[in-house]
């Protein structure tokens, strides 16, 4: 079993819809970050967190610590915000646990 | 600021052979972390370096192995190439490595192993 398990795998959005991306740990973390990476490999920090609720723009980021669950949530989503999303738990002796990753397409 | 860089961008090698990569750090960043992706295995954390020290490692044969140098630049190197080696290699660099500083990602090195 992974420590980090993402879901969907998959998701297919069209522009303007609510997107959800969730994912649930097993470790115990000192933070939780999500990632965004472009076609190519670039890698983007979108949100770090240990606890409650973080907003840039249009993405919003919660967790639960208690029901070790965080939630990636896209408002208005637009057709370059696909990407693959990943969820990383980095645990109270700093190593990081890699989600398999959301591959969000969204269609104009 | 400029951000992390990471040369070469690709490399080609064969098995058997040994590589280093390299990794230069956004200025004042003291902490570098090495990761690989693959497609099969997805990201996973290579080490961790601060302050010349390694901090962190994941778990990873002791083919591949790590410095951080003074001016905090980082070079990872792959001893015996195996096929498996072929991934991406990302680094990331923060201000302290502490966990709730946010990192910063490299480009990457695609190696390829023939």
């Known amino acids: 079993k992974n420590e980090v398990e993402q879901s969907p795998q998959n998701l297919t959005a069209q522009e303007g819809e609510f997107i959800t991306i969730n994912c649930s740990y097993s470790v115990g973390i000192s933070a939780l970050h999500w990632l965004q990476q472009h076609p190519g490999g670039g890698i983007v920090s979108l949100f770090m967190?240990?606890?409650g609720k973080k907003k840039h723009g249009r993405l919003i980021a919660t967790i639960n610590i208690q029901e070790k669950h965080s939630s990636l949530h896209i408002t208005a989503s637009h057709p370059r915000d696909s990407a693959v999303y990943i969820c990383?738990?980095?645990?109270?002796?700093?190593?990081?646990?890699f989600g398999t990753g959301t591959s969000l397409t969204v269609i104009p | 600021k400029a951000g992390v860089t990471q040369t070469p961008r690709y490399l080609i090698k064969t098995r058997g052979q040994q590589v280093t990569l390299s990794c230069s750090p956004i200025s004042g960043h003291r902490s570098v972390s090495w990761y690989q992706q693959t497609p099969g295995q997805g990201l996973q954390f290579l080490f961790e370096?601060?302050?010349?020290?390694?901090?962190n490692k994941g778990n990873f044969p002791g083919r591949f192995s790590g410095r951080q140098f003074s001016n905090s630049r980082s070079e990872m190197n792959v001893s015996t190439l195996e096929l498996g080696d072929s991934a991406l290699y990302l680094c990331?660099?923060?201000?302290?490595?502490?966990?709730?500083?946010?990192?910063?990602f490299g480009p990457g090195t695609r190696l390829t192993v023939t």
């Open positions: 990383a738990a980095r645990n109270t002796g700093n190593q990081f646990y």
């Open positions: 990331a660099s923060s201000w302290t490595g502490g966990a709730l500083y946010e990192q910063y």
């Open positions: 967190l240990s606890s």
């Open positions: 370096y601060f302050s010349e020290t390694q901090r």
